[in-house]
Nanobody, 126 residues
Framework: VELVESGGGLVRPGASLRLSCAASGRTFGPVAMGWFRQAPGKEREFVAT????????FFADSVKGRFSISRDNVRNTMSLQMNSLSPEDTGVYYCAAQERSTGVATPDGIDEYDYWGQGTQVTVSS
């Protein structure tokens, strides 16, 4: 099983970026997937999650209204659209997926995910 993130980069404040996560090795349609990030010197934190069907999503307060999440269960991919980026959004962004459903449609805990990508760097700086 492999999760591979892409789409990170260096952007100015106020810009947008779209991150993608490509999954292989199994289908993740039935389980939740999510995005986490880790800023330098800080712990990894929850950003957003989407339910297996794609019908439910949940966001950290810090990104609510600016970020959106989507998934394509046919292509086994997930995306994070990030708008109005600020320097506080800088960090390594990780894609994560559950091995099996735990009954929580939109889990936001690190320990609720079993598979992780290698991360993609997002830097927001003027």
């Amino acid at each position: 099983v492999e999760l591979v993130e892409s789409g990170g980069g260096l952007v100015r404040p106020g810009a947008s970026l779209r991150l993608s996560c490509a999954a292989s090795g199994r289908t993740f349609g039935p389980v939740a997937m999510g995005w986490f990030r880790q800023a330098p010197g800080k712990e990894r934190e929850f950003v957003a999650t989407i339910s297996g069907s794609g019908g439910f999503s949940f966001f950290a307060d810090s990104v609510k209204g600016r970020f959106s999440i989507s998934r394509d269960n046919v292509r086994n991919t997930m995306s994070l659209q990030m708008n109005s980026l600020s320097p506080e959004d800088t960090g390594v962004y990780y894609c994560a997926a559950q091995e099996r459903s735990t009954g929580v449609a939109t889990p936001d805990g690190i320990d609720e995910y079993d598979y992780w990508g290698q991360g993609t760097q997002v830097t927001v700086s003027s």
